[in-house]
């Protein structure tokens, strides 16, 4: 167990940090020789999109659909807080690194769990029945939605000894690398493409056209 948590935990940072700068150098080195994306990008309009679009509820499109809103925040806040604070994640690297930092009570983590869980039920009904998602769904995305949420079941399963406790820890673990190691490679790198494209449609919209940033 000791082997598979040192592989996997150096497989899966490792595999997120590279892919992640080689994708971002690979992008900017296409928009220098594109040439029109990087004149365009103003830090006053880009930031001010940024501000606007992380606000709840700021959009139009998100006051057009404000239960999909909700359920999006609280999914984002948990998935990205739960891993980050959850103790058992938290003592595995103070034991390897000699450093940690705080971490949220287990019934507040077991909760956070819970949201990501039901959130990722509601983008699967959401996909199968809206037909302006459905038209973009194939089953990729319904594969990536399941590899989304398959380290939070193995983990509050874990946690809660429901099952043999060293089998869903090897589950969890392998879920959890794949979890990392797909994000720089498949749509969830939209966690760092938000950033840039949004800078660039709001600099579009403010310094260019001079429009509203919807
Ligand atoms: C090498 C990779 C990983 C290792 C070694 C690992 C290890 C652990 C351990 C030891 C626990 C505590 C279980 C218990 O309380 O008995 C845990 C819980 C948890 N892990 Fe991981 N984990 C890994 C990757 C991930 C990833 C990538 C995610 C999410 C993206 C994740 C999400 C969680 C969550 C949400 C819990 C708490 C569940 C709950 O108590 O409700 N883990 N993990
Ligand atoms: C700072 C990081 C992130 C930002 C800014 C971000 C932003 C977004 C945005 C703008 C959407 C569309 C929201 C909507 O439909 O209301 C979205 C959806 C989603 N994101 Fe993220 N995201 C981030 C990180 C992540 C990560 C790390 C994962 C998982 C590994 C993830 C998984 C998802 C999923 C599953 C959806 C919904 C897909 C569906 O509709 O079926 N996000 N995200």
């Not at 990008?41 to 679009?53: D, E, I, N, Q, T």
């Not at 800078?199 to 260019?208: D, L, P, Q, W």
Request: aromatic share 14%.
């Amino acid at each position: 167990m000791e082997l598979l948590v040192t592989v996997c935990a150096w497989l899966g940072l490792g595999v997120l940090l590279l892919g992640v700068t080689g994708r971002l150098l690979w992008a900017w080195r296409a928009a220098r020789i594109e040439g029109s994306v990087l004149p365009v990008m103003s830090a006053r309009y880009g930031l001010r999109s940024l501000v606007h679009w992380l606000l709840p509820l700021s959009t139009r499109n998100q006051r057009l659909h404000p239960v999909v809103t909700l359920v999006s925040y609280l999914f984002h806040l948990c998935l990205l807080l739960a891993p980050l604070l959850v103790a058992g994640h938290v003592e595995l690297w103070r034991q390897r690194w000699g450093f940690g930092w705080p971490t949220l009570p287990d019934p507040v983590i077991d909760v956070m769990t819970l949201v990501v869980m039901v959130a990722v039920l509601f983008f699967l009904l959401r996909r199968l029945a809206a037909p302006e998602v459905r038209n973009v769904t194939g089953w990729k995305e319904y594969l990536l939605l399941m590899v989304v949420v398959a380290p939070f079941v193995t983990g509050i399963i874990a946690h809660l000894h429901l099952l043999d406790y060293r089998l869903v820890m090897v589950l969890h673990i392998v879920s959890g690398t794949l979890w990392l190691v797909l994000i720089p490679f498949s749509w969830l790198s939209h966690m760092f493409w938000f950033f840039f494209t949004r800078s660039y449609m709001g600099s579009e919209f403010g310094a260019v056209r001079n429009a509203r940033d919807w």
